[in-house]
């Protein structure tokens, strides 16, 4: 009775095969996704710049977090360091020491003010002349006033010239003044933390303008996917066209994100650079790197990819034959 | 070994409807079989059962000698590929040729292209339609469309094939023509049971029917009947 079952003939698909036929049907899904999606350009085009703008608004703040962070560097250079010298230092020597800080070679200026300048200079902005001289004794040092010039690269330049200082004789102690810089710094901080904000909320958003997206697209395909699933089609097998429909998504939200940054930047950097040398620094505009511009479109595709797979493994099992 | 088997199988849909009750038969290796019974009988039910497209209630079904209850959701479209299944609304896909359609159980079990193409010609020339192959099914007429399906159903060489009023809309002669194709796959050792109500044809051919009544077995005439 038992006749040798066809189904040992009809499984006889080698590993080998089975591994090029798995290959060749990613292959074909993708290209697949990729023309279904050509096939409708007006509403693949409307989400890839709903996805560009949600992916180019947080990559658009941190460029200007950037450019903000490398002109605070140049900014540094222009910022004062206030030398104070030891109480009873002579003139004589504190003018020579003025002379030899000048001479340094990360140096561009150094004034010495005498303690009766500052006096003068203190009373004049405080009205307060008839208390001070009322004093017995002039209770101001004598500051010599230092511009640094360091260049951009070299992050550590001001401490180390502020610790040179330090080491010379007569001085009292060296204050930089960075608190405006520090205020910046902390500003720059929270804006920081502001682009990872907005970055995990607009990722959010392209998780799901990708998940309904997809979600619709499986609701169109509801007949494809119970006759694959009927004659044998695994979850995998269905789940593939919608992932690489995701990835498609992802992938031409980030190039256009990319290239909307670019043209903004291009368009900005004139006006921008122009405004800045108003203020004696020679400053150009950061662009987007090569690692940023890859990193914004692998977010774009790995989002894409995640929302599909989101999106599939909660509606395909709804779909039974 | 029994190809399929029901012990004692009832089936009761959510909402309490009963479609099985207490149903028990086999279908031999290499057997051909009708199911008949009036709409609602359960026909659908029963091989929505050997397809693990539902779950029986109560009792076992075994095909091959498996209990499907046994069978784990992963491993579903594996038993699924050794069953070819026709369907009255031919469940064809109509944003692809005629060509694809049949492809697709292969595409699912991972054949290459060279191979692919050898099964699907060789599957489509069974059924007589291998001029067809980049038509879109929807050009086709209804008895075409039927035998598209019928080749999608067996182009990965099933042990076993089901059908569900495979000749539902179709005149005598083509439905003539249809059961023609499951008697010559019957004939090279496939298992073949098919659900239909049409009495004239069933009697018109040689096979063993089961009938079925509210979903419980109501009487079998063996092979042999028509004619002895
Ligand atoms: N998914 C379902 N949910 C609830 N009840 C169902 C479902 N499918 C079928 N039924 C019920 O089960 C009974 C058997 O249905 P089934 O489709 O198996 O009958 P059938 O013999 O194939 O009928 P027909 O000849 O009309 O196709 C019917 O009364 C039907 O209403
Ligand atoms: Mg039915």
Same mark, same amino acid.
């Not at chain 1, 004093?135 to 001001?158: A, F």
């Not at chain 1, 690489?244 to 998504?249: I, V």
């Not at chain 2, 026909?43 to 497209?53: E, G, R, W």
């Not at chain 2, 067809?132 to 060489?157: C, D, F, M, T, Y």
């Given at each position: 009775?038992?006749?040798?079952?066809?189904?040992?003939?009809? #499984?006889?698909?080698?590993?080998?095969?089975?591994?090029?036929?798995?290959?060749?049907?990613?292959?074909?899904?993708?290209?697949?996704?990729?023309?279904?999606?050509?096939?409708?350009?007006?509403?693949?085009?409307?989400?890839?710049?709903?996805?560009?703008?949600?992916?180019?608004?947080?990559?658009?703040?941190?460029?200007? $977090?950037?450019?903000?962070?490398?002109?605070?560097?140049?900014?540094?250079?222009?910022?004062?360091?206030?030398?104070?010298?030891?109480?009873?230092?002579?003139?004589?020597?504190?003018?020579?020491?003025?002379?030899?800080?000048?001479?340094?070679?990360?140096?561009?200026?150094?004034?010495?003010?005498?303690?009766?300048?500052?006096?003068?200079?203190?009373?004049?902005?405080?009205?307060? #002349?008839?208390?001070?001289?009322?004093?017995?004794?002039?209770?101001?040092?004598?500051?010599?006033?230092?511009?640094?010039? $360091?260049?951009?690269?070299?992050?550590?330049?001001?401490?180390?010239?502020?610790?040179?200082?330090?080491?010379?004789?007569?001085?009292?102690?060296?204050?930089?003044?960075?608190?405006?810089?520090?205020?910046?710094?902390?500003?720059?901080?929270?804006?920081?933390?502001?682009?990872?904000?907005?970055?995990?909320?607009?990722?959010?958003?392209? $998780?799901?303008?990708?998940?309904?997206?997809?979600?619709?697209?499986?609701?169109?395909?509801?007949?494809?996917?119970?006759?694959?699933?009927?004659?044998?089609?695994?979850?995998?097998?269905?789940?593939?066209?919608?992932?690489?429909?995701?990835?498609?998504?992802?992938?031409?939200?980030?190039?256009?994100?990319?290239?909307?940054?670019?043209?903004?930047?291009?368009?900005?950097?004139?006006?921008?650079?122009?405004?800045?040398?108003?203020?004696?620094?020679?400053?150009?505009?950061?662009?987007?790197?090569?690692?940023?511009?890859?990193?914004?479109?692998?977010?774009?595709?790995?989002?894409?990819?995640?929302?599909?797979?989101?999106?599939?493994?909660?509606?395909?099992?709804?779909?039974?034959? | 070994?029994?190809?399929?088997?029901?012990?004692?199988?009832?089936?009761?849909?959510?909402?309490?409807?009963?479609?099985?009750?207490?149903?028990?038969?086999?279908?031999?290796? !290499?057997?051909?079989?009708f199911l008949?019974?009036?709409?609602?009988? !359960?026909?659908?039910?029963?091989l929505?059962?050997?397809?693990?497209?539902?779950?029986?209630?109560?009792?076992?079904?075994?095909?091959?000698?498996?209990?499907?209850?046994?069978?784990?959701?992963?491993?579903?479209?594996?038993?699924?590929?050794?069953?070819g299944v026709v369907f009255q609304?031919?469940?064809?896909?109509?944003?692809?040729?005629?060509?694809?359609?049949?492809?697709?159980?292969?595409?699912?079990?991972?054949?290459?292209?060279?191979?692919?193409?050898?099964?699907?010609?060789?599957?489509?020339?069974?059924?007589?339609?291998?001029?067809?192959?980049?038509?879109?099914?929807?050009?086709?007429?209804? !008895?075409?469309?039927q035998?598209?399906g019928i080749?999608?159903a067996?182009?990965?060489?099933?042990?076993?094939i089901l059908a569900d009023e495979p000749t539902g809309?179709?005149?005598?002669?083509?439905?003539?023509?249809i059961m023609?194709l499951f008697?010559?796959f019957?004939?090279?050792?496939?298992?073949v049971l098919v659900a239909s109500?049409?009495?004239?044809?069933?009697?018109?051919?040689?096979?063993?029917?089961?009938?079925?009544?509210?979903?419980?077995?109501?009487?079998?005439?063996?092979?042999?009947?028509?004619? !002895?």
């Amino acid at each position: 009775m038992a006749k040798p079952s066809a189904s040992n003939q009809q #499984s006889r698909v080698t590993m080998q095969s089975q591994g090029s036929a798995y290959i060749q049907h990613h292959k074909l899904m993708a290209v697949d996704s990729l023309k279904r999606l050509l096939a409708a350009p007006a509403a693949s085009l409307m989400t890839w710049l709903v996805l560009a703008i949600a992916l180019s608004l947080p990559m658009t703040l941190y460029v200007a $977090l950037e450019n903000v962070k490398q002109l605070s560097r140049n900014w540094d250079q222009s910022s004062q360091i206030s030398v104070y010298l030891k109480k009873g230092v002579m003139s004589r020597f504190a003018d020579e020491l003025t002379a030899e800080i000048a001479d340094f070679p990360n140096v561009s200026s150094a004034v010495y003010i005498s303690p009766e300048q500052a006096l003068k200079e203190f009373s004049v902005s405080t009205g307060l #002349s008839d208390v001070i001289f009322g004093l017995d004794d002039n209770p101001l040092p004598g500051v010599i006033s230092v511009i640094p010039r $360091l260049n951009s690269q070299d992050e550590n330049g001001l401490e180390q010239l502020q610790q040179k200082l330090e080491a010379l004789r007569h001085v009292d102690s060296v204050q930089l003044d960075l608190i405006w810089v520090k205020r910046l710094y902390q500003f720059m901080e929270l804006g920081q933390r502001l682009v990872w904000a907005l970055a995990a909320l607009l990722g959010l958003a392209v $998780l799901l303008i990708i998940g309904n997206t997809i979600r619709l697209s499986i609701e169109n395909r509801r007949d494809e996917i119970r006759v694959v699933k009927l004659v044998g089609g695994t979850d995998a097998f269905v789940r593939r066209p919608f992932l690489y429909t995701g990835l498609w998504f992802g992938l031409g939200g980030g190039i256009i994100a990319w290239i909307l940054l670019s043209i903004g930047l291009f368009w900005l950097s004139g006006p921008v650079e122009q405004l800045i040398s108003l203020y004696g620094s020679d400053f150009s505009l950061k662009g987007l790197g090569f690692s940023d511009s890859l990193l914004l479109i692998f977010d774009g595709v790995i989002l894409g990819w995640l929302g599909a797979w989101l999106a599939v493994s909660r509606h395909l099992s709804t779909i039974e034959p | 070994m029994a190809h399929v088997r029901f012990d004692r199988v009832s089936k009761s849909y959510p909402g309490g409807h009963q479609a099985l009750t207490d149903l028990s038969f086999e279908l031999a290796q !290499g057997e051909m079989a009708f199911l008949t019974g009036h709409s609602g009988a !359960g026909k659908s039910t029963l091989l929505k059962l050997i397809m693990l497209m539902e779950k029986a209630s109560q009792g076992q079904v075994l095909v091959d000698g498996v209990n499907l209850a046994r069978v784990a959701n992963s491993q579903i479209p594996y038993h699924r590929r050794r069953v070819g299944v026709v369907f009255q609304n031919h469940q064809l896909l109509f944003d692809r040729s005629v060509f694809e359609n049949v492809a697709l159980p292969l595409r699912i079990s991972g054949y290459t292209s060279r191979d692919l193409e050898r099964r699907v010609r060789a599957a489509l020339d069974k059924v007589g339609l291998l001029s067809k192959e980049k038509q879109n099914p929807i050009e086709l007429s209804g !008895g075409e469309q039927q035998r598209v399906g019928i080749a999608r159903a067996v182009v990965n060489k099933p042990s076993l094939i089901l059908a569900d009023e495979p000749t539902g809309n179709l005149d005598p002669k083509l439905s003539g023509e249809i059961m023609g194709l499951f008697e010559q796959f019957n004939g090279v050792g496939v298992s073949v049971l098919v659900a239909s109500h049409d009495l004239a044809l069933i009697n018109r051919m040689d096979y063993r029917v089961i009938g079925l009544n509210q979903g419980r077995l109501a009487g079998e005439r063996a092979a042999g009947g028509v004619r !002895g």
